[in-house]
């Protein structure tokens, strides 16, 4: 008898029938009688990592390829500029092993650079693309998409928060913020996020002080009021320090912003010090949020038990992946702090993340960027099924693996110049 026809007689039996009326066994068997028999565990094994670099290296992507020609694909942010070598060396260990022990795999390679750097930065972010590409791989082996590897879904579809990219560096006037909002409200938007830091500001001490000055401070209060006026009191408005104040700084902004009913202050400090976090948080009934620039569940720990901040924003693309970002939301949870996951990556990166936020029942929003609908490369880049986006909300892929693929005839004209591109 055929792999295949045993598996179809053992899922025709009587015992196995009647469990078959519950509609999650039903789609376990379903997937198992889909899969392909060149995908067997015992035979499936990694042949290479390759990878490719665009955004001035700071947006890396790699292809885990297999010998039953099926590849994983994953992505990573911010902090893998000039990590094309360490990627090399992460496929020399994976190479020859079977990549459906994704935690297995993870850990060694996060064991194993214990003294290279394992904690946080380059290897951190480099890791999670290797990790996200290992659950696309195998969800692509097994038949299933990675949230139902990842223990099942609370949720088909995720709320998203546009950020508007209204950089203060352009100087934008109380009317741009108005204007910013009701555009993103418009695409169907429930909930925008503005930047409030501007190096340029002519009423800056100087250069270099942490300090916002009075002016400052006004400039900050009246972009958002202006923002709220425009877009009413039902639509969430996120505001983003990108930690560039001190503690007292944070404190007056949260204080000032009150009574326009934040849906959160995001990083108004450095990521370091998380007594000044709580500093902040006990001041205010604003609510504070951060992780951008955490690594690790380790890294949230601290800040979590501190009761330093509302609400935990880790960057599933450099925060260490997927299986990371899950553990980071159940150990929010058990703190009742809600997870909304920063997400500054391509469609491979957001649709990944989605798999996360619709596993983990503390999620509250995901980030979605506006270059999303103005930059023609982020749709050049990918390859999916669908609208990006429908109403505001992220639908979550129902294909194999992650949902969506890497092009990469399309991500070469965008390439890093010097950099092996996939080789």
């Known amino acids: ?15 196995v029938a009647g469990a078959l009326a519950i509609p999650g066994m039903r789609r376990l068997a379903e997937a198992a009688e889909g899969t392909s028999p060149h995908s067997r565990p015992s035979g ?12 001035g290296g700071n947006g890396l992507f790699v292809k885990i390829h297999t010998n039953q020609d099926i590849w994983g694909c994953g992505e990573g942010v911010d902090a893998t500029s000039g990590t094309y070598h360490l990627v090399q060396r992460f496929g020399r260990v994976l190479e020859g092993r079977s990549p459906l022990n994704v935690h297995r795999l993870y850990e060694e390679l996060r064991r194993g650079g214990f003294f290279a750097g394992a904690q946080s930065g380059m290897y951190v972010a480099v890791l999670s693309a290797i990790e ?7 969800g692509k082996a097994l038949g299933l998409p990675v949230y139902q590897l990842l223990g099942g879904r609370f949720r088909d579809r995720m709320r998203l ?4 990219a209204l950089y203060q ?20 938007f ?36 202006a923002a709220r ?26 204080k000032r912003l009150e009574h326009l009913n934040l849906m959160w202050l995001e990083e108004p400090i450095a990521a370091e010090n998380a007594d000044a976090y709580r500093r902040i948080t006990e001041s205010t009934s604003t609510p504070i949020c951060a992780g951008e620039n955490h690594y690790l569940a ?63 029942p503390n999620f509250l929003v995901l980030e979605w960027q506006i270059y999303f609908h103005r930059n023609p490369m982020f749709e050049e880049i990918v390859d999916f099924d669908g609208p990006m986006v429908v109403d505001g909300h992220i639908p979550l892929s129902e294909k194999p693996g992650i949902g969506v693929e890497i092009n990469e005839e399309g991500m070469r004209k965008y390439a890093q110049e010097g950099v092996p591109f996939f080789e």
């Open 44 to 55: 499936l094994k990694i042949t290479g990592v390759r990878c490719g670099y665009i955004r």
């Open 190 to 225: 429930t909930a925008v996020k503005f930047d409030l830091d501007q190096a340029n500001d002519p009423n800056k001490y100087d250069a270099y002080n942490w300090t916002a000055s009075p002016g400052e401070l006004r400039r900050m209060v009246d972009q958002i009021t």
């Open 298 to 360: 380790y890294g949230f720990r601290p800040l979590l038990e501190a009761g330093a901040v509302d609400i935990v924003m880790p960057d599933l693309q450099k925060a260490g992946g997927l299986g990371e970002g899950q553990r980071i939301a159940n150990l929010a949870n058990l703190y009742y702090v809600p997870f909304a996951p920063h997400m500054v990556a391509s469609y491979l990166g957001a649709m990944a993340s989605a798999h996360v936020c619709a596993s983990v």
């Open 132 to 138: 996200t590409a290992l659950w696309d791989l195998t």
């Open 161 to 164: 928060y546009c950020d508007t």
């Open 169 to 188: 560096r352009q100087l934008p006037t109380p009317e741009d913020f108005a204007r910013a909002a009701r555009e993103a409200v418009d695409m169907g």
């Open 229 to 254: 006026e425009a877009v009413g009191p039902d639509i969430d408005i996120c505001v983003d320090m990108h930690g560039r104040y001190d503690a007292i700084t944070g404190e007056q902004v949260a």
């Open 1 to 15: 008898m055929t792999r295949r026809s045993s598996r179809r007689a053992f899922l025709t039996s009587g015992t």
